[in-house]
């Protein structure tokens, strides 16, 4: 990888993206425009900050969050491939696959006539990844940063055959009381309840509340899914492409409790609405095919 340097001076853009040092010296792409602003990780791909002008952010990052070159980073977009969750049939593989914790390539940068930004990062497998996952690929992450933030995974399969895996867009959207958001859009979905010993269940609300530890995939999901958040009088809506499945995660306190790159009680300000293809919704994607699943992330007034 290029020094930090040699990054600004090949992909900044005046007035509009520059490369420098993030925490734990983590090279990092800023982006900030009279739209908008955002911070990217070259490590995992990951986006940690977006917030449009003149609002307040719209993910969360965890203030214990690791940022050593090899933890993940806990908050905002990180990037699940090939696999999510706990891999059934190798269970000591890293969760969620090793997207988010692969440093990944600048491809390129640019500020486009609309006033938005295009960043677009690079990655690919390896004998690290062959071990893991014995299959060829490539990836490439494309954000758009503006008045909304739009992220695109696309996966290619240059193997010699199918290959199937799962991917997702684990995002983190900062709340001010996570007790007393709504969530819209799921109404009817089946889900799997993994908070519940992984039980089959139909999701008969059309709000839903958060009361304690949830962890649901919900299948058939291609609405707009939208978080009404009375207490930063806002809503924040997810809306996305290409996704069959949707997560909505929050620790708890309990389980919050225990992970080291959470604050006590960060897990009240934060919940995950996750675009994703996951189980029943995994990607069979041909050879030399290329699959691209997309999020677009908004803002809008109560």
Same mark, same amino acid.
């Given at each position: 990888?290029?020094?930090?340097?040699?990054?600004?001076?090949?992909?900044?853009?005046?007035?509009?993206?520059?490369i420098e040092?993030g925490?734990?010296?983590?090279?990092?792409?800023?982006?900030a425009?009279?739209l908008?602003?955002?911070?990217?990780? #070259?490590?995992?791909?990951?986006?940690?900050q977006?917030?449009?002008?003149?609002?307040?952010?719209?993910?969360?990052?965890?203030?214990?969050?690791?940022?050593?070159?090899?933890?993940?980073?806990?908050?905002g977009?990180?990037?699940?491939?090939?696999?999510?969750?706990?891999?059934?049939?190798?269970?000591?593989?890293p969760?969620?696959?090793?997207?988010r914790?692969?440093?990944?390539e600048?491809?390129?940068?640019?500020?486009r006539?609309?006033?938005?930004?295009?960043?677009? *990062?690079?990655?690919?497998?390896?004998?690290?990844?062959?071990?893991?996952?014995?299959?060829?690929?490539?990836?490439?992450?494309?954000?758009?940063?503006?008045?909304?933030?739009?992220?695109?995974?696309?996966?290619?399969n240059?193997?010699?055959?199918?290959?199937?895996f799962?991917?997702?867009?684990h995002?983190?959207?900062?709340?001010?009381?996570?007790?007393?958001?709504s969530?819209?859009?799921l109404?009817?979905?089946?889900?799997v309840d993994?908070?519940?010993?992984?039980?089959r269940k139909?999701e008969?609300?059309?709000?839903?509340? *958060?009361?304690?530890?949830?962890?649901?995939?919900?299948?058939?999901?291609?609405?707009?899914?939208?978080?009404?958040?009375?207490a930063?009088?806002?809503?924040?809506?997810?809306?996305?492409?290409?996704?069959?499945?949707?997560?909505v995660?929050n620790?708890?306190s309990?389980?919050?409790?225990?992970?080291?790159?959470?604050?006590?009680?960060?897990?009240?300000?934060?919940?995950?609405?996750?675009?994703?293809?996951?189980?029943?919704?995994?990607?069979?994607?041909?050879?030399?095919?290329?699959?691209?699943?997309?999020?677009?992330?908004?803002?809008?007034? #109560?």
């Amino acid at each position: 990888m290029l020094k930090i340097e040699q990054l600004q001076q090949k992909f900044g853009v005046e007035g509009a993206v520059r490369i420098e040092a993030g925490r734990g010296s983590l090279p990092k792409i800023v982006v900030a425009t009279d739209l908008g602003s955002a911070e990217i990780y #070259l490590f995992g791909a990951q986006v940690a900050q977006f917030q449009p002008r003149g609002a307040a952010p719209v993910l969360f990052l965890s203030r214990s969050s690791f940022f050593d070159g090899r933890k993940p980073i806990r908050g905002g977009i990180p990037l699940v491939f090939p696999w999510f969750g706990p891999r059934a049939d190798l269970p000591e593989s890293p969760p969620h696959g090793f997207a988010r914790t692969r440093d990944w390539e600048i491809e390129s940068c640019d500020a486009r006539a609309d006033g938005s930004v295009r960043i677009v *990062l690079a990655s690919g497998g390896d004998d690290a990844t062959m071990r893991l996952w014995p299959h060829s690929f490539s990836l490439r992450f494309i954000v758009i940063v503006s008045r909304t933030l739009d992220a695109t995974l696309e996966v290619r399969n240059i193997s010699k055959g199918d290959v199937r895996f799962e991917d997702a867009l684990h995002t983190y959207l900062a709340v001010g009381d996570v007790r007393s958001i709504s969530v819209e859009g799921l109404d009817g979905a089946d889900y799997v309840d993994r908070a519940d010993g992984e039980k089959r269940k139909k999701e008969q609300a059309k709000v839903i509340g *958060l009361t304690g530890e949830t962890d649901r995939l919900y299948y058939s999901t291609a609405m707009k899914v939208m978080v009404r958040d009375p207490a930063l009088k806002r809503s924040i809506i997810v809306e996305k492409e290409h996704s069959g499945a949707t997560v909505v995660w929050n620790p708890w306190s309990e389980k919050s409790a225990q992970m080291k790159d959470m604050g006590p009680d960060e897990w009240q300000s934060m919940v995950c609405v996750e675009t994703a293809n996951a189980r029943d919704c995994a990607v069979q994607l041909p050879a030399n095919a290329t699959h691209r699943m997309s999020a677009r992330i908004g803002v809008a007034a #109560l």
